[in-house]
């Protein structure tokens, strides 16, 4: 009997430790969350309503359950994303349910790569933004921060990836893995890398921060193409101070407040 009952004890004991093991994200666990798809669709409607975006553009999260996922939407304009439209990928851009239909983005490499590179990273958001892709082909000319609210931008000029450089003649999007590796690269620790005559890609450690970023770097943009209308030299912000502003302006009553603004202003999608 006392047999019987320690492998019985066992056999509970197993089945408890199954059980604790199953809490939390399986592999094959492919629930969305609603709140994260919700952001998801939120951040591509305020992208292309605020003008950052067009037709093209996309933008992710990372799974908060499993960082070698994230949430994207299938390949569409990004004003007209819905929570039907999202999708959750592994890192190498492969739909983790092998029921779902990609229908993904020609570039989401972009987005896996990065997540590979930058543990720091939760958020991806690529743009066409058309004040920023001139500072992308004027080597003289770099992007550098001259608003506080884009104090998150290097001082010394944000990076270039030039896909030419190691591809050669391409299209010029960022459709596998070696370019989207490349990429990553060149974004190195920097907040925001320009694509040269392409666009940006931008990151950051939430959804509210990457979409404030890629808004703030296309308005940075216009304002340092007025300054230089008005001659050079041009005082961009100082290492130092940019380092303490950014601190100040990423804090999340900044953030929070421009997130909610920005959502606010969206027109009501139609049923």
């Known amino acids: 009997m006392k047999t019987i009952s320690r492998a019985f004890v066992a056999i509970c004991l197993t089945g408890i430790a199954l059980a604790g ?28 309503n605020e003008g950052v975006v067009d037709a093209f553009g996309h933008v992710s999260i990372r799974d908060p359950r499993d960082p070698n996922r994230y949430y994207q939407t299938r390949s569409i304009a990004p004003f007209l994303a819905t929570e039907k439209d999202v999708i959750l990928l592994d890192l190498d851009g492969k739909p ?6 990609c229908g993904c983005y020609l ?15 939760n958020a991806v958001i690529h743009t066409h933004s058309a ?35 190691g591809f050669g ?47 703030y770097t296309e308005v940075d943009a216009r304002m340092m193409i007025a300054a230089k209308t008005l001659g050079e030299p041009i005082v961009t912000l100082y290492a130092d101070e940019a380092a303490i502003t950014n601190e100040e ?14 959502r606010l202003r969206l027109p009501k999608q139609a049923d």
């Open 249 to 262: 302006m990423q804090s999340s009553v900044s953030i929070t407040r421009a997130w909610d603004l920005w």
């Open 21 to 48: 093991a199953s809490v939390g994200t399986r592999a094959d666990d492919v629930t969305l969350d609603p709140n994260i798809v919700r952001d998801v669709v939120i951040a591509n409607r305020i992208l292309a």
């Open 131 to 165: 004040t920023v892709v001139p500072f992308s082909v004027v080597p003289k000319s770099p992007l550098k921060p001259i608003l506080h609210s884009a104090a998150f931008l290097p001082p010394e000029g944000t990076p270039v990836f030039d896909s030419h450089v």
């Open 169 to 215: 003649a391409t299209n010029m999007l960022i459709q596998n893995q070696a370019m989207g590796k490349a990429l990553a690269q060149a974004l190195g620790k920097s907040s925001v890398v320009l694509i040269r005559g392409h666009g940006d890609a931008v990151v950051g450690a939430t959804i509210q921060t990457a979409v404030w970023r890629a808004y």
């Open 96 to 101: 983790v349910d092998s029921k779902v239909k």
């Open 107 to 121: 570039e989401r490499f972009i987005h896996g790569e990065i997540y590979k590179l930058r543990s720091d990273v």
